[in-house]
């Protein structure tokens, strides 16, 4: 700013001085509410996109997020951290979290039905039998009833196996044993 004196006799002084306005205002930043997604099929995460907003009283803000909207995000909570930065440097933050959530079942594979004859002089036979199961996040725990390795008695019997994975998600199938006596009497001699 320059100012000038005059007096009635036209001299005339000069003083200049500086105004200097700062910007210290942060702009605002708008974060999404907390996002919840079931994971992505046959994956253990999900891409997850969103929207963070900022509006500033001198400029476009520069927004930066943490991960970056679009990211893969694993089964569980992750936080995003979001910053809005104006032309003056001036910074404001907001976060929310990413919820991915396992909602998929393990694929559990039994046996074709099986048919073995008796143990030689037992109305039962032992048998061992296989289940298989896998799951988009982890092993699974494979539970059958009765377990393989049991004796089952002459007939027909339904074995019932589940599997369970970390995030509590089951799967079951079932088959059955027969077995058959194929084992002729024996005569006695008096």
Request: hydrophobic share 25%; aromatic share 4%; charged share 5%.
């Amino acid at each position: 700013v320059t100012n000038t004196a005059t007096d009635i006799y036209n001299n005339t002084s000069t003083c200049s001085f500086t105004i200097t306005v700062t910007d210290n205002q942060a702009p605002s930043i708008t974060c999404p509410t907390n996002i919840n997604v079931n994971n992505t099929l046959n994956q253990c995460s999900a891409a997850v996109t969103f929207s963070v907003t900022a509006s500033d009283n001198c400029s476009n803000s520069t927004i930066v997020s943490n991960p970056v909207s679009g990211s893969t995000f694993n089964v569980g909570t992750q936080t995003v951290t979001n910053t809005a930065t104006d032309i003056y440097n001036n910074t404001s933050t907001c976060s929310f979290t990413v919820t991915v959530t396992d909602n998929q079942a393990p694929s559990i594979t039994c046996p074709t039905n099986i048919g073995v004859n008796n143990t030689l002089n037992q109305c039962s036979a032992t048998v061992t039998f296989s289940v298989t199961a896998s799951d988009n996040c982890s092993n699974s725990t494979i539970v059958s009833n009765p377990v393989s390795g049991s004796t089952f008695n002459v007939g027909i019997h339904t074995v019932t196996s589940r599997a369970t994975d970390i995030h509590n998600n089951t799967s079951t199938c079932s088959f059955t044993i027969t077995v058959t006596d194929n084992q002729v009497p024996r005569s006695e001699e008096r």
